[in-house]
Nanobody, 122 residues
Framework: EVQLTESGGGLVQPGGSLRLSCAAS????????MSWVRQAPEKGREWVSF????????YYADSVKGRFTISRDNAKNTLFLQMNNLKTDDTAVYYC???????????????RGQGTQVTVSS
């Protein structure tokens, strides 16, 4: 059974940092691209970032480019999102998602974990 478990969220002040993790199991992690999506209260899902299976290719939404860094450790079946210079607009539940080979890296509807809450507030 495919399982994705996000962690690392919390409450942080504007300008602060957080590092999210996503532990994957139930599939060959290194064969899949992975993405992060987020959903703020009363808003639709927003695609945040994508990394390909070997970690060489990454994409970012314009809203997070230069502040967020996606990475992965295939030996530990774990995906990361380093978030720096956080803004109040980054407040959302963050989800990791598995992206099958050849699939749209920007799609927000793939299988996701339960999410981790990130709240940016002073």
């Amino acid at each position: 059974e495919v399982q994705l478990t996000e962690s690392g969220g919390g409450l942080v002040q504007p300008g602060g940092s957080l590092r999210l993790s996503c532990a994957a199991s139930g599939f060959t992690f290194g064969n899949y691209g992975m993405s992060w999506v987020r959903q703020a209260p009363e808003k639709g899902r927003e695609w945040v970032s994508f990394i390909n299976s070997d970690g060489i290719t990454t994409y970012y939404a314009d809203s997070v480019k230069g502040r967020f860094t996606i990475s992965r450790d295939n030996a530990k079946n774990t995906l990361f999102l380093q978030m720096n210079n956080l803004k109040t607009d980054d407040t959302a539940v963050y989800y990791c998602a598995r992206v099958s080979p050849g699939s749209d890296p920007f799609y927000t509807g793939y299988r996701r974990g339960q999410g981790t809450q990130v709240t940016v507030s002073s």
